[in-house]
């Protein structure tokens, strides 16, 4: 059976994450980056919903506690496990079925409720489905139509709740550096994983969140020190950031 598709989806970017799927949890193989980024992300979205909901209490052993949350594009989970270690009630779509299902295995190995599906936004805006937080997360960049995704994903924000992305500024470092090094010469990637034009500017991202209601914009840029191989939020936006906004 093929994989789910629509206009926000590039079949050959689905393909080539689906034949990766048995790798997703290997800390020192295709997806090390993400697995080396990872922290920084969680911290980034852990703290952008402990400063937006005011029920939630950062000494809470489960700070999320109570949340709904969809996470967009998840890939073999993760960044959906460690979400629902902290208590959110995940809910992780992504159009590549091998993907899922290997993402489903690993999560129930770990004992962890979380809901996959093999869908695409369309599926679940169509259903009129609606959340506390939907994240998005190294996905904008892969898909061919950002301002109708965008526009799907945001619809996808229940009144007052968040979307939190994470993406590659369109700029000639992180051409050198994501593409490039990481790809060309370092071999942290694939060959082929990203390209550079679709790579999206902060100001590009946040007008297209504008554009859907979203309001109280927030950029962090993530910065990588090559030396301790280490990932940290920072002031830096020139390649990768991560961007939170409310709805309404």
């Known amino acids: 059976m093929s994989n789910p598709s629509s206009a926000t989806v590039d079949n050959a970017e ?4 689906d034949a990766l799927a048995a790798e997703w949890w290997d800390a020192n193989g295709k997806f090390r980056p993400l697995h080396k980024i990872g922290p920084s992300r969680l911290s980034f979205i852990r703290d952008t919903c402990l400063a937006h909901f005011p029920e939630l209490s950062a000494a809470n052993r489960q700070p999320l506690s109570g949340l709904t949350l969809l996470d967009v594009g998840c890939g073999g989970g993760l960044i959906a496990e460690p979400l629902a270690r902290l208590g959110a009630h995940v809910t992780a779509i992504d159009p590549a079925k091998q993907t899922i299902a290997a993402a489903q295995r690993h999560a129930d190995k770990q004992e962890l409720d979380v809901h996959y599906r093999a869908a695409v936004v369309e599926d679940l805006a169509a259903a009129g489905e609606q959340f506390d937080v939907v994240t998005c997360l190294e996905v904008v960049e892969h898909v061919p139509d950002v301002r109708l995704f965008l526009e799907q994903c945001t619809s996808l924000v229940r009144p007052g709740g968040l979307f939190i992305g994470a993406t590659i500024n ?3 470092k ?3 550096l994501a593409i490039v090094a990481a790809e060309y010469i370092l071999g942290w990637l694939p060959r082929g994983t990203h390209r550079w034009d679709r790579f999206i500017e902060p100001n590009e991202f946040a007008a297209d969140l504008r554009d859907n209601g979203l309001t109280d914009i927030k950029i962090e840029g993530l910065t990588y ?3 301790a191989y280490k990932w940290s939020r920072s002031a830096d936006k020139d390649v990768n950031y991560m961007i ?3 709805n309404g």
């Open 225 to 227: 020190d090559p030396l």
């Open 14 to 17: 689905v393909d080539r994450f």
């Open 174 to 176: 992180s051409y050198a």
């Open 244 to 246: 939170s906004a409310r």
């Open 170 to 172: 369109r700029t000639l």
